[in-house]
């Protein structure tokens, strides 16, 4: 499949999360993209599910606290200053669902375009805004290179005796690994301007053309954001 | 006519009062093949820059002389402009590569440069092809060593066909014979070639001229054969081997590595059945191509990988310097980064930054010394820990033969006080430190892909 008909896919599964209603739907189209996810190399995959993971149930956990809706409460706890009565209702709790839900479908979108996207293709068919997508597509290549300079790093340190444990430790290597990333930047920034980058008169390989699965793509795209505004 | 014209270069990096080069005057005409030689600073890359455009235009300082390709004045264009009349090879090739997959990768410097669009693929197939590569062209480029990567950035230069191609030493990540084969594949296409190496004897071999240079100086410019009689007068290092060490009586057992077998995932395992000994007194060097599991050994001996079956016993510290001295920057000043594996010692670091020639560096950010003074770093914040078992990993990559044999000597003072593992590719320098040469080869069982170990008596 083209990654133009791919990337307007995965964007109206996120557009049909957000329009639709019904959680179950919400909570259906996040299933799918997951499955979707799940046919990257499992080492690529796990950081993007974790951390989708993560953070649909930090918002499912936090919500029902921080909502006040409903009139069945579930639970009630003590008066907590400022916050005041602390209570989980069922309404609390399926609006809990229904978010983070939302939430794991973009961040499941966020992945599925990451990790099986080719992003060499979307840059080729990219006709305008060319730079951004040279930006974001260099950006999703270097998180491996990212992920290796961390490793590198932790590596050097335990190569003289000093664990990196706990989270002090692994935060003071952020800096190193952000001046790191700039450096790294400028060269490759040096090496595309010594190949001709930015020079007037670019062409472009030759895009193959629309096969059957991209058609089935777009249509889909389409009838998802309909569906999502509509009934879902 | 001269392709390249070079005219009373000067040239400062911003905020350098020093400069990079100093009066370099040449001329290179077509299908020469030049070497430039020098110690790591010298203005080697500085001057490849400047043939490329990147100096000034793109790194700003202080530039007087003139620079002409191809009859025109580098001040006057882009690099960008000059692409496709001149192309560049770097060192580090992640440092190269802007897209994900290869084909595409070698495609994009042809797409910047306006070539056709239905000419773009072949010529990207072809230049893989030449290189040797051609099979890897639908691979992610994330799958590939940094010796594959390499020949993917020369074919990226090749595609463009250049009229003047720069290389600033493109072999430091390969190994012996994809060195060779790298270097013969850049040369046979034709093209003018400016070549930066401190592996001088493979590079010495496939060129025509030489210059070597010294604090921004040129202080030779001769052929071939002139330029390894002025080198074996004036700077021997460079064109003759080091004496081989004597032999010595190892000691007691530091580490003992005892039936161990490795593998990153299940169906390609590294290192298998693998028994090792190294003995205080030693230096071991472990030898072989890319791919072999050298360093994975390595980093079984130090532990830092936990074996799958076997065991490794160890006796006393061990600590492990790795390939890439870019990775010891995590504080910042140079002594702190020394200190921290001494639990914050700053007397014992600057006393080890001194004996590696650094002790007026100590209060400098690391990321602000050059590569030379990187590897420096490197070496005092290993060997600062003072271990039982020093393990070294690649130790010489982009290290010119002075401070090669430097090391070598300091190795060898030192050798009575550890256990000593080298890896390395660098035949000269296992030569002058090896009390014993340990050679990986790729196993004969290709299906399991597996590294059978052979020892090889020191010569």
């Known amino acids: 499949m083209r990654s133009g008909p791919a990337l307007a896919l995965l964007a109206s599964a996120v557009t049909a999360a957000l329009l639709a209603r019904h959680t179950v739907s919400v909570a259906a189209i996040a299933l ?14 796990w950081p993007y599910l974790v951390g989708t993971g993560v953070s649909a149930v930090a918002l499912f956990v936090i919500t029902p606290f921080v909502e006040t809706i409903g009139s069945h409460p579930l639970w009630t706890g003590p008066i907590v200053p400022v916050i005041g009565q602390l209570d989980v209702t069922r309404e609390e709790l399926v609006s809990a669902a229904f978010n983070a839900s939302r939430l794991a479908a973009v961040g499941l979108a966020f992945a599925a375009y990451a990790l ?6 979307l840059l080729s068919a990219a006709g305008i805004a060319r730079r951004s997508v040279l930006a974001v597509a260099l950006a999703t290549r270097l998180v491996p290179t990212l992920e290796r300079d961390a490793a590198g790093l932790v590596e050097s340190l335990r190569g003289r005796g000093v664990e990196v444990e706990g989270v002090r430790r692994r935060a003071a290597l952020v800096s190193p690994l952000l ?7 400028l060269n ?14 670019r062409t472009r390989v030759p895009r193959p053309g629309w096969a059957t699965a991209d058609r089935i793509a777009l249509v889909t795209a389409v009838a998802l954001v309909v569906l999502g505004a509509l009934w879902l | 006519m001269a392709l390249a014209h070079v005219e009373q270069l000067t040239f400062s990096y911003p905020g350098q009062d020093v400069p990079a080069v100093r009066d370099v005057s040449l001329s290179i005409d077509p299908g ?27 790194h700003g300082g202080r530039f007087s002389g003139r620079v002409e390709i191809a009859g025109g004045d580098t001040r006057a264009c882009r690099p960008a402009d000059l692409a496709g009349t001149v192309a560049s090879v770097f060192q ?3 440092d190269q590569v802007v897209l994900t997959r290869v084909l595409p990768e070698v495609s994009f410097g042809l797409e910047n440069v306006g070539v056709p669009p239905r000419q773009i693929v072949p010529r990207a197939l072809c230049a893989l092809a030449d290189v040797g590569v051609g099979q890897l062209a639908e691979r992610p480029v994330a799958e590939l060593s940094g010796g594959e990567l390499q020949r993917v950035c020369l074919a990226s230069a090749l595609a463009l066909e250049p009229e003047l191609l720069l290389l600033d030493e493109p072999t430091s990540q390969l190994d012996p014979d994809g060195a060779e084969g790298f270097l013969e594949r850049a040369v046979e296409l034709g093209t003018t070639v400016v070549l930066s190496e401190q592996r001088a004897e493979r590079a010495l071999a496939v ?20 330029a390894r009689d002025w080198l074996s007068r004036n700077r021997p290092a460079w064109v003759t081997a080091a004496e081989a060490p004597r032999t010595v009586e190892p000691g007691e057992a530091v580490c003992a590595v005892h039936g161990v077998s490795f593998a990153f995932d299940r169906e390609h395992p590294v290192v298998e059945e693998l028994d090792l000994e190294l003995r205080r007194g030693e230096i071991v060097v472990l030898a072989g191509p890319n791919g072999s599991g050298k360093t994975t050994v390595a980093k079984l001996a130090a532990g830092l990988l936990r074996p799958d079956r076997g065991v490794v016993e160890r006796r006393g510290r061990a600590a492990l310097l790795l390939q890439d001295p870019g990775r010891y920057v995590t504080r910042d000043r140079a002594d702190a980064e020394v200190a921290l594996g001494i639990g914050g010692d700053r007397a014992r670091a600057h006393a080890t930054l001194a004996s590696v020639g650094l002790a007026d560096k100590s209060g400098r950010h690391p990321r602000d010394l050059s590569s030379g003074e990187r590897e420096r770093l490197a070496l005092a914040a290993v060997l600062v820990t003072e271990p039982d078992l020093l393990v070294l990993d690649e130790p010489t990559r982009g290290v010119d033969p002075d401070r090669k044999r430097e090391l070598a000597g300091r190795l060898r003072a030192e050798a009575p006080q550890r256990a000593t593992l080298v890896v390395t590719h660098d035949r000269t320098f296992a030569t002058a430190v090896a009390d014993r040469i340990v050679t990986f080869e790729e196993g004969t069982d290709t299906e399991r892909g597996l590294s059978l170990l052979t020892v090889g008596a020191h010569a």
């Open chain 1, 32 to 45: 799918v993209l997951l499955a979707v996810c799940l046919r990257a190399p499992r080492a690529r995959r």
């Open chain 2, 207 to 226: 060129a025509t001229r030489v210059l070597f240079m010294e604090g921004g100086l040129v202080l030779a410019d001769a052929p071939v054969e002139e």
């Open chain 2, 92 to 94: 580090d090739p992640e």
């Open chain 1, 116 to 121: 099986l996207v080719d992003h060499d293709k």
């Open chain 2, 32 to 58: 020469e093949v030049v070497l430039l030689l020098g110690p790591s600073g010298c203005g080697k890359s500085t001057l490849l820059r400047a043939l490329a455009g990147l100096v000034p235009h793109f």
């Open chain 1, 188 to 201: 490759l920034a040096e090496a595309m301007e010594a190949r001709g980058y930015g020079r007037g008169g």
């Open chain 1, 179 to 185: 001046a790191g990333s700039l450096e790294r930047g």
